[in-house]
């Protein structure tokens, strides 16, 4: 790939289910403990059409959140809550990266990997989580390199969303959980990375940046 081409590859790169929100083994910041779930259709009073939304009874609140500003308090503490875990997990090393990725990971960067990458940015590193372009535009600021010059590989469409608001190509390599969704905006569009080589990225760019 040119000298002056970026490739971001965009986490999660592993394959897992989702771990249920009552499933609380480990121990982290402000971590919910989930006592109930309730989606009543019925509604006589205010404590059920809390119920009826669907909002979990959990230690921060003895009762379902009412107010906007405790409804965003416990959507920020589940958010939490869910990149720890995944963190864990990854950090637990018994999820298989997804095909091809750690190859073409060498490939771009003949070195170390994540030690040997001139950029390193979490969701943590940025105000905006996607579709909002932040974490792109800052990547792309801190390498003095021009958002046309950058290739973006995403998994689902809002991946796709954030690449394509920073001025950005994007290659999309779906899951099982995002395969249905619309990749339209995608410049190519791979199960996964098995047979995709670098010089294949390379081409897919080079054919983007000069339509």
Known sequence: ?????????????????HTPLHTTTTTLRRTPHFTSYSFSTRSSSSSSLRSENGWPTSTLFATPPDSDADRAKLIDVLQDWKTEKYKD???SGTVEPRPGVLRLMDEAKASERFQGLDCFLAGDDVKEKKPDPSIYITASKILGVSEKAC??????????QAATKAGMSCVITYTSSTAEQDFTDAIAKFPDLSDVRLKDLEEVLQNAVTA
Do not use: W
């Not at 970026?6 to 289910?17: D, E, G």
């Not at 973006?152 to 796709?160: A, H, M």
């Open 89 to 91: 997990i990854l950090k």
């Open 151 to 160: 290739l973006v590989v995403e998994d689902s469409v809002i991946g796709l």
């Open 1 to 17: 790939m040119a000298s002056n081409t970026i490739l971001f590859l965009s986490p999660p790169t592993v394959t897992r289910h």
